[in-house]
Structure formats: structure tokens, C-alpha cells
Nanobody, 118 residues
Framework: QVQLVESGGGLVQAGGSLRLSCAAS????????MGWYRQTPRNQRELVAS??????????DSVKDRFTISSISRDNAKNTVFLQMNSLKPEDTAVYYC?????????WGRGTQVTVSS
């Protein structure tokens, strides 16, 4: 059974940075894509950033002005994905979920809380 374990969330002031990590275990297959989504009580879960096994990245419009092309990265040997978040804003406050698409099936972590204070 695939398990995704997230870490790195927490409380940070506006303008600060956090680095999220997620490790996938319980599979012998390399995830096709890995990424991070976020959700607030008012909004549906939305994509923040994703990266394919080949290194192609995709970012939400809401973070493109603050995240660089290398903000999301992965270690294929360890089935781990990272998200470096800089210049955080209060509106980035949400539960962040790790996602790994393995053999065309989406797998989700339990989420990690990110809170940005103004």
C-alpha cells in the first residue's frame, strides 16, 4: 500500500519561507508525477506545483511570481518531492497535500498545515 508522508509545514510570517517534503513508500514503481495541492475550508483542493519524472514542472498562476522553476524538485531514487516556498503571503495559508500519480492512480498524503501570519 502506497503511503505518502509529508513534513515541513508550520507557522511563518509573511515574506518568509518554508520547505515541504514528501516521501512515497510502499511501491516499487516510480511515480509518473508528484506534486503539491492545497485546500482551505472555503475552497476546493487546488494544484500548487507538480513535477514529472522527467523534470517538467507546472505551477499555479497564484505562485508563479514568487516561485522559481526550481521551487519544486524531486529525488527519483528516493521517490521524494520537495517544495521550496518563498515570499509567502497570508493567502497561502492552507493544508498542503502531497500527491503522487503511480501507474495512473492518484495517491494522497494526509496533509500538512501551512499558516502565514500578516
Amino acid at each position: 500500500q502506497v503511503q505518502l508522508v509529508e513534513s515541513g509545514g508550520g507557522l511563518v510570517q509573511a515574506g518568509g519561507s518554508l520547505r515541504l517534503s514528501c516521501a512515497a513508500s510502499g511501491t516499487i514503481f516510480r511515480p509518473n508525477a508528484m506534486g503539491w495541492y492545497r485546500q482551505t475550508p472555503r475552497n476546493q483542493r487546488e494544484l500548487v506545483a507538480s513535477i514529472t519524472s522527467g523534470g517538467t514542472t507546472n505551477y499555479a498562476d497564484s505562485v508563479k511570481d514568487r516561485f522559481t522553476i526550481s521551487s519544486i524538485s524531486r529525488d527519483n531514487a528516493k521517490n521524494t518531492v520537495f517544495l521550496q516556498m518563498n515570499s509567502l503571503k497570508p493567502e497561502d495559508t492552507a493544508v498542503y497535500y502531497c500527491n503522487a500519480n503511480i501507474r495512473w492512480r492518484d495517491n494522497w498524503g494526509r496533509g500538512t498545515q501551512v499558516t502565514v501570519s500578516s
